[in-house]
């Protein structure tokens, strides 16, 4: 390390500089890590960002217009429609993360294994693999959560399970480029057992791609969880939860357009700022 590299004006003027070229250099990856932390920010302390209560009306209020009173409008029971738009956040995001999380766990460990093992076992995984791709996500989502039973929970576990094929394809496909490489094989050479191998050279090499495939199943995760809330099978009313937002102003379209408007936007744009990042981490620009 030189003198200037260990001087710490140089060292802050230099993280600077890296920062201001990143801000410029890409704006909209900027703009969508700041979509993201300010959701995360609501699903955390909403109580900070609004000071209506998400079920508490004002009937006085009812049906009232976006203003500077009320960002989002209300609803026709005088509902402050920002405040349950931000309140719904948690509701939304737990069941996306949940959905997430059980489709990469359960869809890593199948592609893992088929990826490792290869033959009859390989195909028949695959097999199976293949029959949920050809099923529609979210009418394999609407399926399970009909078996399960209606609750966030319930729907994040069906949408879980629709993203399960996805995450194996990608890591079965990573498995086995990694699986041949010659330090593999050294490894093997070396006297290291198939657990051992797995674990410390081919898991580790595999995951970036399947890390990438997260951050982009989290937009169709958060669209997923909002249809079916918007179709019945999430939360029950009065909660606040993005899918039912939108549902509750379909009867009004015509008359107060900002009832569902205004929340669909909100998840248009937390969806596209996902995929940005889930393009960003993939190394698409």
Avoid: Q
């Avoid at 920010?41 to 209506?52: E, G, Q």
Wanted: with cysteine.
């Amino acid at each position: 390390m030189t003198v200037l590299d260990s001087n710490p004006r140089v060292v802050a003027t230099g993280r600077a500089h890296r920062l201001r070229h990143a801000l410029t250099d890409k704006p909209g990856l900027t703009l969508a890590w700041l979509v993201i932390a300010t959701v995360v920010a609501w699903a955390l302390v909403p109580s900070w960002f609004t000071k209506y209560s998400p079920l508490e009306g004002d009937s006085d209020a009812s049906f009232s217009a976006p203003s500077l009173e009320h960002l989002f409008g209300t609803d026709r029971l005088g509902r402050d429609l920002l405040a349950r738009t931000i309140y719904g956040t948690s509701t939304t995001l737990t069941a996306t993360l949940l959905a997430v999380a059980l489709g990469f766990v359960i869809g890593s460990a199948i592609g893992l294994l088929s990826g490792f093992l290869g033959g009859r076992a390989d195909a028949v995984i695959m097999r199976f693999v293949d029959v949920l791709l050809a099923i529609p996500g979210l009418l394999l989502a609407m399926a399970v959560v009909t078996a399960l039973g209606y609750g966030t929970v319930n729907i994040a576990i069906a949408v879980g399970i629709s993203a399960v094929a996805a995450f194996a394809r990608v890591m079965r496909s990573e498995v086995l480029k990694v699986a041949g490489t010659d330090y593999v094989e050294a490894a093997y050479g070396s006297g290291a057992g198939f657990g051992r191998v797995v674990v410390r050279h081919v898991l580790p090499n595999s995951l970036a791609a399947v890390l990438s495939l997260a951050a982009l199943e989290c937009g169709s995760a958060i669209l997923a969880v909002a249809a079916l809330g918007f179709l019945g099978y999430g939360a029950p009313p009065p909660e606040p939860e993005w899918g039912l937002a939108v549902a509750e102003g379909r009867d009004f379209l015509a008359t107060y357009p900002w009832i569902s408007l205004l929340p669909g936007v909100v998840i248009a744009v937390v969806v596209l700022s996902t995929n940005r990042i889930g393009r960003a981490l993939g190394g698409t620009r």
